[in-house]
């Protein structure tokens, strides 16, 4: 996504962006060979600052937190409490950082945030009233919890051959190519499947059911970003599966799970941006889903694989965006 702007905000406080959301050139037809490599390389591109951080957590957590994999190849009570452990003590770090710098210590003030309204703290749509301990709540004993065990029947599968092709694993110049490729698509899979999975959610039996908990979180703060229905928890972290079936690493599978665990902290920030100074800010949050939970019927999808495009509910963040869609909610109502 292409972004550069001044900003401005509206008399009901809420902040445009004066920019439209522009998708990266991955979703070019006929590809743009210059535009792709310049996006992948420049800075900040697909490549750095954020994915090859992501990178860099997996890469620390695989070496000095979790147990050899020998050890996993059946299921006991301590490897299994480490890695609960270790997992509840990362989302901490991770929302919890963020909520704290972002929403209780104001580190940048409103900059680049989106809506002036607090999160709320006395509604009824909430688990005490309050929309952190429900999100708070929904995270540590729901999310994490499944996502623990989507990791935990990785490493077991792989520590007994039943996952990772043992077979094709020996030839190492085959090995490390297609590690390197699953990482890099990494991104790519993670935003295919999240379309999936939330056009699916966005079905009214399902909606009604089990989706419209996380659309309680109409204003968001990072702990909003997993603040799910344990069902969608496990259709959300069900992008490992992908993995299963053609890694031969776990640490492919571990990126995977990870990177949907640093997508929903960081595209439910409620800023468009993290501001460090003046003169150096990242993109830390996501206008393009923040979009979806304001208006619903648009923008399902990630936003690096801009599927929504293709199937019409794109929604560039414009004023003429707004028009767009009412144009065709309005078309939809009529047939
Ligand atoms: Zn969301
Ligand atoms: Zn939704």
Not at 92 to 116: A, D, E, I, M, P
Not at 236 to 263: D, K, R
Not at 267 to 289: L, M, P, Q, V
Request: aromatic content about 18%; hydrophobic content about 45%; some cysteine.
């Amino acid at each position: 996504m292409r972004k550069t702007s001044t900003y401005t905000r509206n008399e009901r406080g809420e902040w445009r962006p004066q920019y439209k959301i522009v998708p990266a050139p991955i979703n070019d037809w006929p590809p743009r060979f210059g535009a792709l490599a310049r996006w992948m390389f420049s800075f900040p591109g697909y490549l750095w600052p954020l994915n090859l951080f992501w990178v860099g957590i997996t890469l620390a957590t695989w070496t000095w937190l979790t147990p050899a994999l020998e050890a996993m190849q059946t299921f006991e009570l301590w490897w299994v409490s480490l890695i609960l452990c270790r997992n509840l003590a990362l989302t901490l770090l991770l929302f919890g950082g963020l909520h704290l710098y972002l929403h209780v210590f104001h580190g940048q003030g409103s900059s680049y945030r989106f809506t002036l309204k607090p999160l709320a703290t006395n509604s009824g749509r909430f688990l005490f009233r309050n929309q952190v301990f429900d999100n708070m709540l929904r995270t540590l004993f729901s999310a994490v919890p499944i996502f623990t065990g989507f990791e935990i029947l990785t490493y077991w599968g792989f520590a007994n051959g039943y996952l990772g092709y043992p077979g094709v694993a020996a030839d190492p110049f085959l090995f490390w190519g297609w590690f390197i490729f699953l990482l890099l698509m990494g991104p790519v899979i993670h935003s295919i499947h999240f379309y999936l999975g939330h056009r699916l959610l966005h079905k009214r039996w399902l909606y009604l059911r089990v989706h419209a908990l996380h659309h309680h979180n109409v204003e968001v703060g990072p702990w909003s970003g997993l603040a799910m229905h344990p069902v969608e928890h496990a259709i959300y972290f069900s992008t490992v599966i992908v993995q299963w079936l053609m890694a031969l690493h776990p640490v492919n599978a571990l990126f995977q799970i990870q990177l949907a665990i640093f997508n929903a902290a960081t595209a439910h920030t409620g800023f468009e941006r993290i501001k460090f100074s003046d003169w150096f800010t990242i993109e830390g949050g996501s206008h393009f889903h923040y979009l979806h939970h304001k208006h619903f019927e648009c923008n399902y999808g990630g936003s690096l694989v801009v599927l929504d495009r293709l199937f019409g509910t794109f929604h560039d963040g414009s004023e003429a965006g707004d028009a767009v869609m009412r144009q065709r909610l309005r078309a939809i109502s009529r047939a």
